[in-house]
């Protein structure tokens, strides 16, 4: 399958996995899989087969067969996830859901949120994703569509983050600054039908808790 600039890609890393139906219905939502080194043996452990295996394949069970491409890259420089986005986005693609980056080590994850990070702009949409809910960052403004009572966390991903102004939330910041080590926004609540944050400088990463599969809607401008 060629990948276009209209292409909806997902991208599966070798952190926690959930379980075989999540990963399914994500799965059937995307026209585009693709697996970062040993995510390509869960994948075929559930008679799922991904388009790509790509990674440095020091986790990949190379004998095992199928249809996919596998692609070894022994850069060191670079984690597997940032080796399969580098991949779609040189193909053109513009959209990708991450999932399976986040649990296990605590320094993968860590290191997955800086890859997000870093490819964020190359991206019309990039989010990662588990059962729990949805991340991404808001660079300038971001609006949320979601039932009240929605849980969403502000966490600072640049150091300080300037100017937080938010609407709809049930904790209201007015120009205010968010800071790594020094003042975050956890566990703020959204108390009406739309919500909005808006930062003046910094990257701002939002953490929405999204389980019931309930209609959400995320606009923002970079």
């Known amino acids: 399958m060629i990948i276009s600039s209209t292409s909806s890609v997902l991208v599966i890393c070798d952190g926690l996995i959930p379980d075989k139906a999540w990963v399914f219905s994500e799965w059937q939502q995307h026209q585009y899989h693709i697996a970062c080194d040993g995510a390509g043996n869960q994948l075929l452990d559930y008679q799922l087969t991904p388009h790509v295996v790509i990674g440095d394949l020091d ?4 004998s095992r067969k199928g249809s996919f491409k596998l692609i070894q890259d022994a850069d060191q420089e670079t984690n597997d996830l940032e080796k399969a986005l580098s991949y779609v986005y040189q193909r053109g693609a513009k959209k990708a859901v991450i999932i399976g980056a986040l649990g296990k080590r605590l ?7 800086s890859v997000l990070q870093r490819f964020d702009t190359k991206f019309d949409e990039l989010i990662i994703k588990d059962e729990f809910g949805i991340s991404i960052i808001a660079r300038k403004k971001i609006r949320i569509e979601a039932p009240t009572g929605t849980i969403v966390s502000l966490v600072p991903i640049s150091g300080k983050v300037l100017g937080v102004q ?3 939330l049930k904790y209201p910041l007015n120009r205010e600054y968010l800071a790594n080590g020094e003042r975050d926004g956890t566990s703020n609540e959204i108390i009406k039908k739309q919500a909005e944050i808006e930062i003046e400088s910094g990257e701002l990463l939002i953490i929405i808790s999204h389980t019931d599969g309930s209609p959400l809607q995320i606009n923002r401008s970079k």
Do not use: I, P, R, V
């Open 59 to 62: 986790s990949f069970d190379t």
């Open 107 to 113: 320094d993968h994850t860590l290191k997955n949120l």
């Open 166 to 168: 938010t609407k709809g």
